[in-house]
T-cell receptor, first 114, second 109 residues
Framework: KAGVTQTPRYLIKTRGQQVTLSCSPI?????VSWYQQTPGQGLQFLFE???????NKGNFPGRFSGRQFSNSRSEMNVSTLELGDSALYLC?????????????FGQGTRLTVV | GQSLEQPSEVTAVEGAIVQINCTYQ??????LSWYQQHDGGAPTFLSY????GLEETGRFSSFLSRSDSYGYLLLQELQMKDSASYFC??????????FGKGTRLHILP
């Protein structure tokens, strides 16, 4: 069974640009969550999608957005990039929703904004 | 505010036992999970506690006391490969997942 796949693995962007990150969950998993990980703030919740619907959103500005497709693949977009957006972006997939079911994380996309 | 507090770093000796604590303050509570993350790697699920008490999975055990808003992860017979960061996480009443900032475990030979 293939794991969670995130593309690209590494990305360098300039301030003001926008970026789109992709996450393919484990086959059969319908829930995808996104997190931002930085050394100072740990793992911060961005949003969660289930069956193409956003179930919840973390405390991030509107520049951060996402969506989920009918095949459960998900994308997140960050517009007007700022230096502070440099981070590891992780997605996690679960069969359903809820913390009790094991969440499987991808290797992440390392975004560097210069 | 809502938060999970864990020590930033813990050091232990190979073969010993170590406990990583997590106290939480959240609006609503739907169980406590623990994840392990090696440098450069993805977080991997270790355990979940919904009810009070101890859950054991091999060398790892996790404990929860809901009345104290407290839990811990216990690692026994430490091995060098256990050197990693450990995160506790809670889903709150708003259905948001909150992670602690992580505990870096250093293991000495």
């Amino acid at each position: 069974k293939a794991g969670v796949t995130q593309t690209p693995r590494y990305l360098i962007k300039t301030r003001g640009q926008q970026v789109t990150l992709s996450c393919s969950p484990i086959s059969g998993h319908r829930s995808v969550s996104w997190y931002q990980q930085t050394p100072g703030q740990g793992l911060q919740f961005l949003f969660e999608y289930f069956s193409e619907t956003q179930r919840n959103k973390g405390n991030f500005p509107g520049r951060f957005s996402g969506r989920q497709f009918s095949n459960s693949r998900s994308e997140m977009n960050v517009s007007t990039l700022e230096l502070g957006d440099s981070a590891l972006y992780l997605c996690a997939s679960q069969p359903g929703t809820g913390l009790s079911t094991e969440a499987f994380f991808g290797q992440g996309t390392r975004l560097t904004v210069v | 505010g809502q938060s999970l507090e864990q020590p930033s770093e813990v050091t232990a000796v190979e073969g010993a036992i170590v406990q990583i604590n997590c106290t939480y303050q959240t609006s609503g509570f739907y169980g406590l999970s623990w994840y392990q993350q090696h440098d450069g790697g993805a977080p991997t699920f270790l355990s979940y506690n919904a009810l009070d008490g101890l859950e054991e999975t091999g060398r790892f055990s996790s404990f929860l006391s809901r009345s104290d808003s407290y839990g811990y992860l216990l690692l026994q017979e430490l091995q060098m490969k256990d050197s990693a960061s450990y995160f506790c996480a809670v889903r709150n009443r708003d259905d948001k997942i909150i992670f602690g900032k992580g505990t870096r475990l250093h293991i000495l030979p």
